[in-house]
T-cell receptor, first 111, second 115 residues
């Protein structure tokens, strides 16, 4: 059974600081997704990582994928309050049909 | 395009009642899925479909039925609601091909409470 583990599950950080969220998974896959969810809202796609070594950046967020280590990271640079949300990683185990999600990381950026 | 739409947005059911959550997409995506989201557990896959007439079970299928008669629609039926089915339900669709292959697009969700 595939397990996807995110850590930390809760992150409180000061504006301007850097931090990394980790996503480990237990089976072979080369497709991993990061989503953002605001309270009471749906999931918004942030990054699609489709191969080993993939790196994507958007604004203050950068995601990477190491399929050999079964690890993805979401790095936050110079955090701002607007980044406060819950971030999920999800591993695709059947070509778009089956996503297995991590439990999510609640990020709070304090000004 | 409206994307993925879900109705209703909110629903309260009594134990034992049945109902159908509606999901539709206008992007001609072949894949559609239903997830439930419970606090602290991320999203879990209930059922999915790879095309009209084809469905399969996900991680937590018990108590739910699906069918897919058209590409656009993928309703989720609760047969006999139980308090354990209190959750937020998300429908998603995805497609193959292109740089964002298999990326799932999520609907706005249905918040269901079973009393």
């Amino acid at each position: 059974e595939l397990k996807v583990e995110q850590n930390p599950l809760f992150l409180s950080m000061q504006e301007g600081k850097n931090y990394t969220i980790y996503c480990n998974y237990s089976t072979t896959s080369d497709r991993l997704y990061w989503y953002r969810q605001d309270p009471g809202k749906s999931l918004e796609s942030l990054f699609v990582l489709l191969s080993n070594g993939a790196v994507k950046q958007e604004g203050r967020l950068m995601a990477s994928l190491d399929t050999k280590a079964r690890l993805s990271t979401l790095h936050i640079t110079a955090a701002v309050h607007d980044l406060s949300a819950t971030y999920f990683c999800a591993v695709d185990v059947e070509y778009g049909n089956k996503l297995v999600f991590g439990a999510g990381t609640i990020l709070r950026v304090k000004s | 395009n409206a994307g993925v739409t879900q109705t209703p947005k909110f629903q309260v059911l009594k134990t034992g009642q049945s109902m159908t959550l509606q999901c539709a997409q206008d992007m001609n995506h072949e894949y559609m899925s239903w997830y439930r989201q419970d606090p602290g557990m991320g999203l879990r896959l209930i059922h999915y479909s790879v095309g009209a007439g084809i469905t399969d079970q996900g991680e937590v299928p018990n108590g739910y039925n699906v069918s897919r008669s058209t590409t656009e629609d993928f309703p989720l039926r609760l047969l006999s609601a139980a308090p354990s089915q209190t959750s937020v339900y998300f429908c998603a669709s995805s497609y193959s091909g292109g740089g964002r292959s298999y990326e799932q697009y999520f609907g706005p969700g249905t918040r269901l409470t079973v009393t």
